[in-house]
């Protein structure tokens, strides 16, 4: 009987041996899959925060980059309110977000429900294994590794610019 135990260290070294072919051969700048993200805190924030969202996405886009829900980088990014001086706090954290054979595996081996239960998982009905492969691919998708975190105080008009910046020097793994 093939007992499987979910561990967090099993994942890490699926996704670290999904890295290798890029810390060996390096990644291209027009081959980054990226999606941005950001909090709300109120009404004010959404604008400021959609507005920053729409510039990171356009300086990605521009570089090459693909805009990809499942694959890549997540950046999220924050902005705090202005200063008397307008001066903000730029914040973008850079996520690396599970490589998709990883996320396969995952749900072949049923990584969630493996997880969870406490003995092994029955076998699914047909509709059951849809929706058991559903759950256990957003499981997977749910894991991310940081890869950078970037703050700068800037004038917020500058906003544009400082996210020019950081795009520009956007070096991946």
Not at 26 to 50: C, H, M, P
Not at 52 to 65: S, Y
């Amino acid at each position: 009987m093939n007992k499987f135990i979910f561990n967090p260290s099993r994942l890490l070294v699926l996704f670290g041996l999904a890295l290798v072919p890029n810390l060996i051969f390096g990644q291209a700048s027009t081959d980054i899959k990226f999606s941005v993200s950001y909090k709300v805190t109120d009404s004010a924030d959404n604008e400021r925060l959609q507005y920053a969202k729409k510039q990171l996405t356009k300086a990605f886009v521009a570089k090459g980059g693909t805009y990809n829900e499942k694959e890549g980088f997540l950046f999220f990014i924050d902005l705090t309110e202005p200063d008397a001086n307008n001066n903000i706090a730029l914040s973008i954290s850079t996520f690396l977000k599970v490589p998709e054979e990883v996320v396969k595996a995952g749900v072949k081996e049923e990584v969630f429900h493996k997880a969870v239960a406490s003995d092994s998982p029955k076998p699914a009905s047909d509709d059951g294994r849809e929706i058991r492969a559903y759950i256990n691919e957003e499981y997977m998708r749910q894991f991310t590794m940081i890869q950078d975190s970037h703050l700068e105080i800037i004038n917020q008009d500058q906003l544009p610019e400082a996210i020019q910046r950081f795009v520009a020097s956007f070096k991946p793994l």
